[in-house]
Nanobody, 129 residues
Framework: QVQLQESGGGLVQTGGSLRLSCAAS????????MGWFRQVPGKDREWVGA????????VYAAFAKGRFTISRDNAQNIVDLQMNSLKPEDTAVYFC??????????????????????WGRGTQVTVSS
């Protein structure tokens, strides 16, 4: 069981940067694979990327490669999403999510939201042009 809370969203101009943080509370954070997703009204939730429990593996959606970086600090129970070179189409609510492999296995890298067990409430990112 884990509770997740995102922070760091805001308004930036095209080409700017934001660093989102996901703070986790509860036990066994270091056992969870973590993902980032984003969503805009009227559209499906979109996978941004993910990081393995140890931080040793990261995987990204095509639009995020080269611009976004996911990192984690298990000692601090946080996962970050560094976003650079932001574009208006990056405007969305960004969510962090946790996959507990003990529930159904390890599928975080697939980008499917239904494999994640815990979700934050999201933080708004708005990129103006």
């Amino acid at each position: 069981q884990v509770q997740l809370q995102e922070s760091g969203g805001g308004l930036v101009q095209t080409g700017g940067s934001l660093r989102l943080s996901c703070a986790a509370s509860g036990h066994s954070f270091g056992s969870y694979n973590m993902g980032w997703f984003r969503q805009v009204p009227g559209k499906d939730r979109e996978w941004v990327g993910a990081i393995s429990w140890s931080g040793g593996t990261t995987v990204y959606a095509a639009f995020a490669k080269g611009r976004f970086t996911i990192s984690r600090d298990n000692a601090q129970n946080i996962v970050d999403l560094q976003m650079n070179s932001l574009k208006p189409e990056d405007t969305a609510v960004y969510f962090c999510a946790a996959e507990d492999p003990s529930i159904r296995g390890t599928y975080y890298y697939t980008g499917r939201s239904d494999y994640y067990d815990y979700w934050g409430r999201g933080t708004q990112v708005t990129v103006s042009s």
